[in-house]
């Protein structure tokens, strides 16, 4: 009798065990469900959406993660660039409350533009792009049918151009980089909207008047977002060129830096 009762009370122990391990096991999966944040939401518009010539355009920024408006953006930053045009100009974003982040700016030329919003929050990143036209719509988009049907029986390397075509980039590194010191270097990659995944990346990296080059391979630690460790060996300005290859796109980008 004594036997049994040991018995008994073992395998009800057993079962009280398990049981609370099961439970210990829920508790944990359902924690980790609830510490995943939700990605970061970009709103990006343009006020008017077809600006007229040297009339004052507002471009704004509504970031929100979930149902929250994110006030603490890193960086808030909005690229401007001209069709056809190899200079980006960048403008650092006015917070102005509930999420919203903007600036104002006019143009001297008509024509077609295009504008990326980028921003860097809680560890996340998005840069969404769009495009407009600046002055008569019907006349730029005639001049642009014009320059296609030009084009379309020359071969140059435009055709190359036109195979990163949708591809936006945003490079990131420290504000003060220092001599013989551990830097990080990243770039995020989008293409129509969306993160690049699954590209070769790779930094090229020289310092002003010197002619030796040193490439850097990355490593995507995030959808779309490559990064690589370096040390500038000396002070002065460098020069950060970002080679981007996938499939038929083949693209570049060149930085300046300042190490200190």
Wanted: aromatic letters at 6%; glycine letters at 6%; a negative charge.
């Amino acid at each position: 009798m004594k036997h049994k009762s040991l018995l008994m009370l073992f395998v009800v122990s057993i079962m009280v065990i398990a049981a609370g391990c099961g439970t210990s096991k829920e508790k944990d999966t359902s924690s980790q469900n609830q510490q995943l944040p939700a990605m970061i939401d970009v709103a990006l518009k343009i006020n008017p959406e077809n600006p007229q010539l040297n009339k004052e355009v507002t471009f704004s920024a509504t970031v929100t993660q979930g149902k929250e408006k994110v006030d603490d953006a890193d960086e808030m930053t909005f690229e401007i660039w001209k069709d056809g045009k190899e200079k980006h100009e960048k403008i650092q974003g006015k917070h102005k409350g509930d999420g919203v982040y903007s600036i104002t700016k006019s143009f001297p030329e008509a024509g077609k533009y295009f504008v990326i919003s980028h921003v860097t929050a809680r560890d996340m990143h998005n840069m969404p792009q769009k495009e407009f036209t600046v002055g008569d719509a019907s006349a730029t988009n005639d001049q642009a049918q014009k320059a296609e049907h030009h084009e379309e029986g020359h071969d140059s390397d435009h055709h190359d151009h036109h195979d990163a075509a949708g591809v936006s980039m945003h490079f990131m590194v420290a504000k003060d980089v220092k001599a013989n010191a551990k830097t990080t270097l990243t770039v995020h990659l989008q293409k129509d909207n969306s993160a690049l995944t699954g590209a070769r990346v790779r930094f090229e990296v020289w310092k002003a008047n010197e002619e030796k080059h040193e490439f850097i391979e990355t490593k995507e630690n995030k959808a779309g977002e490559y990064a690589a460790e370096t040390n500038f060996p000396t002070t002065g300005e460098y020069t950060v060129k970002v080679h981007v290859e996938k499939g038929e796109i083949h693209t570049h980008e060149e930085n300046t830096i300042t190490v200190h």
